[in-house]
């Protein structure tokens, strides 16, 4: 009879090797569950904090602050005096303090250009997170002209020279934070003024570049003489120019016209994203002969009522009977919408009948009024504040800091008019948990789009939501809505959004992941993608687009793999299709999502490209969307040790069944093969409790 010990020894050894080929595959689709971010929301105090700072360096003195919107933080900019008044020495000193008191001490291994110190026209200029702008006035082949140096404050260095314009020039940072900033000269005799608007620093280089340029034209009007201008900022990102022209009354004619009109106002739009300005629009125009007109200053309105300038006429009032004469000048609210046509024109109450007065445009409407004489006296003038960041938005659903489901399918925002939908973006961003790290940007489109709905009541914006938007657990997110996102329904005009950080939310850590295997998809590029794929290195291709995948997703990259394997669609031949393996975790301590969570948020991010982050990286925005990603299995390659070993097993197995049979026909030679799976099962058995079972923790012992 066959020699039962050996078979025995054979179907053990067999089984062992089945058994670690087992615990290999089970290992590589093993998902285990733990806390995948530790990261917590932490309440910020709305209770004003003060601090005191104190210089540590002696003969240090304070010379400016500048605010940061972006995060709150304060600029100090501290300067040693020099023994001229009007200059000071050129050692660059900042102290950056955040909303918790801490400080940043920057002394800078550099000195500011002598133009900029002596005599001291150098100006602090915030343009994005560690990034400033020093400008100042210099001389160039006999003309003055305004210049800025970029300077990144977190590594202490600065960038090249470039030039912004003439020296009585305006510089200004758009109202929207990412739109750049613009230079816009003041006006030659020919009322021509030259713009150009320049590029926000760059988050790796600093470098600024000059992205447009243009000019504003004031009215050609023969009779006008432009006397001034004045800048002003856009809700939309863009930018004004207002024109005042006065009547050259050295060309009045003998025969007086009572309907003359000796000033005029004029105000010019240069849209965001527009290459060139609007045509001038009158705002404003008096038969009186004034003996001066001016604009103080004008800003947005941030209720949706246009633009507001404060403006003085000063005229002189003559008294017959007594022969006697005197000065008047009044304050004005003029006020116009984004179209250029005048909404209101009021006079502004002036209880101290105080000539030197200023006004500051409140946030929530109405108006600070300062009178400088002896001491400074405030009041105010018809404030309406709310309880939001934004005056004309009501709620918000989820509210601030609120926890969100994941699946949730839309957010909700209501207003406090009735609104229509515009240009502008709402966008969704994840914060990191590295604050150096920029946020990752979940989904965006604009208000006009058609994806957004207005209810019924007009008053509320319905905003839907992507699957892939709030699938990272224990995360921590907030909704960008950018100016001109709505516009009221009244008057056409943008309304103010919410701000970075504002309309914070968050996500609850994951509980329990059920486990899944390894899932391959297949996805397809476009023309422009297939092209660059043929004649790039394909193994560096796959792995930037792997990078890629893992960054948008997010999702460790090593969960992210791929065979190299490719084939021209058959329904597309100018297209290719790209084979990516997606991971189970392996990670003992950790919950993660598993492998088909990753596949169906990959899934959702492709379909919706162009609304996400995979439109804006070099690789990833190859894809062609049109197609969307398909689930493929290859059991071969998953399960191609197990299946060698089970063939060599099956071969030398029916090998020893033949020449038992030979040895003793009679025997019960299929005890062998009954042997063989006993042990074979109580291996699969073994791995299963060994490796697998955590994956499975929705499987209760039976009672």
Request: net charge negative; with cysteine; aromatic share 12%.
């Amino acid at each position: 009879m066959f020699n039962s010990k050996m078979l025995i020894t054979f179907v053990c050894l067999l089984s062992i090797c089945c058994f670690f080929a087992s615990s290999q595959n089970v290992l590589s689709s093993s998902q285990n569950i733990s806390s995948s971010q530790t990261t917590s929301l932490q309440d910020i105090s709305t209770q004003d904090i003060s601090f005191i700072y104190k210089e540590p360096i002696n003969g240090l003195k304070l010379y400016n602050t500048v605010t940061f919107t972006l995060d709150n933080s304060l600029m100090i900019w501290m300067i040693f005096e020099d023994e001229d008044p009007a200059c000071i020495l050129p050692y660059l000193h900042l102290r950056l303090m955040d909303k918790t008191g801490k400080i940043k001490y920057m002394d800078f291994n550099y000195t500011l250009p002598v133009e900029a110190v002596c005599p001291l026209t150098a100006d602090i200029f915030p343009l994005t997170k560690n990034y400033i702008m020093i400008t100042y006035i210099k001389l160039n082949n006999g003309v003055e002209g305004k210049y800025g140096i970029i300077i990144n404050y977190s590594n202490e260095s600065t960038i090249n020279e470039i030039y912004l314009g003439n020296a009585n020039g305006f510089v200004e940072r758009s109202i929207v934070p990412n739109k750049g900033l613009i230079s816009i000269e003041k006006p030659d005799k020919e009322g021509i003024a030259t713009w150009r608007l320049f590029s926000l620093p760059d988050i790796t280089t600093g470098e600024v570049v000059e992205r447009k340029n243009g000019e504003f034209h004031a009215p050609n009007l023969l009779s006008y003489t432009l006397v001034d201008s004045l800048n002003f900022l856009l809700t939309d990102g863009g930018f004004g120019f207002m024109y005042i022209l006065k009547y050259d009354e050295t060309k009045e004619s003998s025969v007086i016209d009572p309907n003359l009109q000796y000033w005029r106002v004029y105000v010019s739009f240069l849209r965001e994203g527009a290459d060139s300005p609007t045509i001038p629009s009158l705002v404003y125009q008096t038969t009186k002969k004034l003996n001066n007109l001016t604009i103080k200053s004008c800003s947005v309105t941030y209720n949706a009522e246009g633009y507001v300038c404060i403006m003085t006429l000063n005229n002189t009032i003559t008294n017959i009977k007594k022969n006697k004469s005197q000065t008047e000048i009044n304050y004005y609210q003029l006020r116009f919408l984004s179209t250029g046509a005048l909404e209101q024109l009021n006079r502004i109450s002036n209880p101290t009948n105080n000539t030197d007065i200023d006004l500051e445009i409140l946030y929530y409407g109405g108006f600070l009024v300062e009178n400088i004489y002896d001491a400074m006296d405030f009041y105010l003038l018809d404030d309406s504040g709310t309880d939001y960041y934004s005056p004309v938005i009501e709620t918000t659903n989820p509210a601030i800091n609120e926890v969100v489901d994941p699946s949730i399918k839309e957010i909700i925002i209501k207003y406090t008019i009735p609104v229509k939908l515009s240009t502008a973006n709402v966008s969704i961003f994840q914060q990191s948990d590295d604050p150096s790290k920029p946020a990752l940007l979940r989904q965006t489109f604009s208000g006009d789009y058609k994806l957004c709905t207005v209810g019924s009541d007009n008053y509320t914006v319905h905003i839907p939501i992507f699957e892939s938007t709030f699938s990272q657990s224990n995360s921590s997110y907030y909704v960008l809505v950018d100016n001109n996102f709505v516009i009221s329904q009244e008057r056409d005009e943008p309304l103010m959004g919410i701000g970075n950080k504002i309309w914070m939310l968050s996500t609850e850590p994951l509980k329990m992941v059920r486990y899944s295997d390894s899932v391959t998809g297949l996805l397809r590029l476009n023309e422009e993608g297939s092209l660059k794929f043929l004649q790039t290195n394909h193994s560096v291709f796959f792995k930037n687009m792997i990078r890629e995948f893992s960054k948008t997703i997010p999702v460790a990259e090593q969960r992210l793999s791929t065979s190299g394997r490719w084939q021209y669609d058959p329904t597309s031949p100018k297209k290719i299709l790209l084979s990516f393996n997606i991971k189970e975790a392996k990670d003992d301590h950790a919950i993660e999502l598993n492998s088909q969570m990753i596949f169906e948020i990959l899934r959702t991010l492709i379909k919706q490209k162009r609304f996400t982050a995979l439109s804006s990286n070099e690789y990833t925005s190859l894809i062609d969307e049109s197609a969307p990603l398909i689930m493929t299995r290859n059991y071969f390659e998953e399960f191609r040790l197990l299946i060698i070993i089970f063939t060599v097993g099956l071969i030398v197995l029916i090998i020893l069944y033949i020449l038992a049979r030979r040895k003793n026909s009679e025997a019960k030679n299929s005890v062998i093969f009954e042997t063989y799976f006993i042990i074979q099962d109580f291996a699969v058995d073994l791995a299963f409790v060994l490796l697998k079972v955590k994956n499975t923790p929705h499987l209760k012992i039976p009672t």
